[in-house]
């Protein structure tokens, strides 16, 4: 498979959610209701509270269940485990062996380790859909689930060692990257292919790396398919100053804070006033003011100060200058007009012109 990937426009993590669910050839209701059957009727009682199988899709804790029985949460817990054996140990679990293979397959043709809350959300529309099929995970152990941590959502997988490869090469991609800064999706995907050299390449598609990707608490994407540590400004978008920062950028030069406020509404469907925008542009150290009104980003190179402070900096590191040659150097870093620069650069109390008529700091 070639490195450099065709990449489509960043999708939400939620994607799944509003999908259609599969099918599967066996009846979800039916299969959960006999094996559920096999199950002695204490047993059955807490597996249909802890599940969420019975007329509420709530899930009850084991605490909570103890305390309306009147025994203790690891009582609770014993007759739970007794009821998964119970009912693993029954003919109607043997017989159905197809649903649960299938099921499998299904989870294979998904990359072989899938986040839970995709995996139950591309089954199932409705929360007691969802719990039957998590019901199923628990009670066959072809299928593992593996808990959140401090790096990974939870997630369910079917084969360990082409998880754990998932994982460590996971790991090795958050290592790669830099703090704050982040980079094309295309980009991202090929250096997460480099380090996927441990897992079969037929799971080599753009889909499931990206679900592969999304296992990781610590990698995130933003709304203009830039790829980073989750960590990262870019990455973290908390507020209307991270959105003018991403409609900003990908503008590419500085824009007025108007049309800052209109971009944001555009690209990211996020209600921004203009005054709201603006205030937080002046706020923040990410965006300087080069014009009436326009904003670039202090990492194209801006430094905040006014069009005296530039011309100061200027004759600094670049010694006395002409004045055609301050105009020229001052509308690099400034939106203004000639006049603007002569008014400041005849200010004897900061500039004073030489005898050759160049000009230098007073």
């Not at 598609?205 to 994407?221: A, C, D, F, P, Q």
């Not at 978008?237 to 800052?260: C, E, N, Q, T």
Request: charged share 30%; hydrophobic share 40%; aromatic share 8%.
């Amino acid at each position: 498979m070639s490195k450099t990937l065709e990449t489509k426009s960043a999708k939400k993590r939620d994607t799944a959610k509003s999908a259609a669910a599969v099918s599967f050839s066996f009846d979800n209701v039916t299969l959960v209701k006999k094996l559920l059957a096999t199950a002695p009727e204490r047993a059955r009682e807490v597996l249909i509270r802890r599940f969420g199988l019975g007329t509420s899709a709530a899930h009850e804790t084991l605490e909570a269940i103890g305390d309306r029985s009147s025994i203790t949460r690891e009582r609770v817990r014993q007759i739970e485990a007794a009821g998964l054996d119970a009912i693993r140990a029954s003919k109607v679990f043997k017989e159905a062996r197809p649903a649960f293979e299938e099921f499998a397959r299904y989870i294979h043709s998904m990359g072989v380790i899938v986040p839970e809350e995709e995996l139950l959300a591309s089954v199932g529309k409705d929360e007691k859909t969802r719990n039957r099929f998590r019901f199923l995970l628990v009670l066959d152990s072809s299928f593992y689930r593996e808990r959140e941590t401090n790096d990974f959502l939870s997630r369910w997988h079917i084969d360990a060692a082409t998880a754990k490869n998932i994982h460590d090469a996971l790991s090795r991609l958050y290592a790669s990257l830099p703090d704050d800064e982040v980079i094309p999706e295309g980009e991202l995907l090929g250096r997460f292919l480099d380090e996927l050299k441990d897992v079969n390449d037929a799971y080599k598609n753009e889909e499931v790396m990206k679900r592969w990707l999304s296992l990781s608490k610590k990698i995130g994407s933003n709304p203009l398919a830039e790829w980073g540590r989750a960590t990262a400004p870019a990455i973290r978008i908390k507020g209307i100053r991270d959105y003018a920062y991403l409609a900003i950028k990908r503008h590419g030069s500085p824009m007025h804070f108007g049309d800052v406020s209109k971009a944001i509404g555009t690209l990211f469907s996020k209600k921004a006033h203009v005054a709201t925008t603006h205030n937080e542009l002046i706020k923040d150290p990410r965006f300087v003011l080069v014009g009436r009104g326009l904003y670039a980003l202090t990492e194209w190179g801006y430094k905040p100060g006014v069009v005296r402070d530039v011309i100061r900096e200027t004759l600094e590191e670049k010694g006395p200058l002409k004045k055609e040659d301050i105009i020229k150097q001052v509308k690099t870093a400034r939106f203004v007009k000639d006049n603007t620069i002569l008014v400041n650069l005849n200010d004897p109390r900061y500039f004073k012109r030489m005898k050759d008529g160049r000009y230098t700091a007073a």
